[in-house]
C-alpha cells in the first residue's frame, strides 16, 4: 500500500469517528471504557505470564495480585460502564487541577518575564476550571471529552486527507521520472 493510500484510509477512519463521536457522545465514552477494559485484560495477561515466568517467589506474588486487580478493573468496567467513565473523567479532573496549580505556580517564578508569566497563570486556571467542572459535573465532561476528541479526529482526518493528495501527487511525478528514463 502506497503513502498516499495509507494516509487516505487514516483520514476517512479518522473523519468518520469524529464525525461519530461529536453525532453520538455517549457511544464515544461507551467505546473509551471498553477500550479501557480490553487495556486492563491485556495488562493482567502480560502480568500473569510474567509470574510465572519469575523463578522466585516475591515476583509471582506480586505480578499474581496485579494481573487479578487489572482482570478485576477490566471486569467492573465492562459491568459498570457509567460508573467507570465517571471515575476516568474524575481521574481527568484531578490531572486537570494539580496540572493547573503547577501552572499558577510556576507562573511566580523569579526569572519569568511578564508575558511568560501571564501565559502560565492563564493556562493554569483554566486547567483548574476544567478540573473544576469536571468535578462538579463528571457526566458532562465525559460528554465533552467525547466532542473534543471528535473534534480532533475531523481535524486530523482533513490534514491526512491533505497530506494524502499532496503524497500522491509526488508519486505521480516520480512515476513519471521512472517510466521515462527507462
Same mark, same amino acid.
Given at each position: 500500500?502506497?503513502?498516499?493510500?495509507?494516509?487516505?484510509? !487514516?483520514? /476517512?477512519?479518522?473523519?468518520?469517528?469524529?464525525?461519530?463521536?461529536?453525532?453520538?457522545?455517549?457511544?464515544?465514552?461507551?467505546?473509551?471504557?471498553?477500550?479501557?477494559? /480490553?487495556? %486492563?485484560?491485556? *495488562?493482567?495477561?502480560?502480568?500473569?505470564?510474567?509470574?510465572? !515466568?519469575?523463578?522466585? =517467589?516475591?515476583?509471582?506474588?506480586?505480578?499474581?495480585?496485579?494481573?487479578?486487580?487489572?482482570?478485576?478493573?477490566?471486569?467492573?468496567?465492562?459491568?459498570?460502564?457509567?460508573?467507570?467513565?465517571?471515575?476516568?473523567?474524575?481521574?481527568?479532573?484531578?490531572?486537570? =487541577?494539580? =496540572?493547573?496549580?503547577? #501552572?499558577?505556580?510556576?507562573?511566580?517564578?523569579?526569572?519569568?518575564?511578564?508575558?511568560?508569566? %501571564?501565559?502560565? *497563570?492563564?493556562?493554569?486556571?483554566?486547567?483548574?476550571?476544567?478540573?473544576? /467542572?469536571?468535578? /462538579?459535573?463528571?457526566?458532562?465532561?465525559?460528554?465533552? *471529552?467525547?466532542?473534543?476528541?471528535?473534534?480532533?479526529?475531523?481535524?486530523?482526518?482533513?490534514?491526512?486527507?491533505?497530506?494524502?493528495?499532496?503524497?500522491?501527487?509526488? #508519486?505521480?511525478? =516520480?512515476? !513519471?521520472?521512472?517510466?521515462?528514463?527507462?
Amino acid at each position: 500500500m502506497s503513502l498516499s493510500s495509507s494516509l487516505l484510509w !487514516r483520514g /476517512v477512519l479518522a473523519l468518520a469517528v469524529g464525525v461519530v463521536s461529536i453525532v453520538w457522545p455517549d457511544v464515544t465514552v461507551g467505546a473509551f471504557v471498553i477500550l479501557f477494559a /480490553v487495556y %486492563a485484560f491485556l *495488562a493482567a495477561a502480560v502480568d500473569a505470564m510474567r509470574a510465572f !515466568r519469575s523463578s522466585r =517467589t516475591g515476583p509471582v506474588l506480586g505480578y499474581l495480585l496485579l494481573a487479578a486487580l487489572s482482570v478485576v478493573a477490566g471486569v467492573v468496567a465492562l459491568a459498570w460502564p457509567g460508573i467507570t467513565a465517571l471515575v476516568l473523567v474524575v481521574w481527568i479532573g484531578a490531572w486537570a =487541577t494539580v =496540572t493547573g496549580i503547577v #501552572e499558577v505556580v510556576l507562573a511566580f517564578r523569579r526569572d519569568a518575564i511578564a508575558g511568560e508569566r %501571564a501565559l502560565w *497563570a492563564i493556562t493554569g486556571l483554566i486547567s483548574i476550571a476544567l478540573g473544576i /467542572v469536571f468535578f /462538579v459535573r463528571p457526566d458532562i465532561g465525559a460528554l465533552a *471529552a467525547a466532542t473534543v476528541f471528535g473534534l480532533f479526529s475531523i481535524v486530523y482526518g482533513v490534514s491526512a486527507l491533505i497530506l494524502s493528495s499532496r503524497a500522491h501527487r509526488l #508519486e505521480a511525478g =516520480t512515476d !513519471r521520472l521512472v517510466n521515462s528514463a527507462a
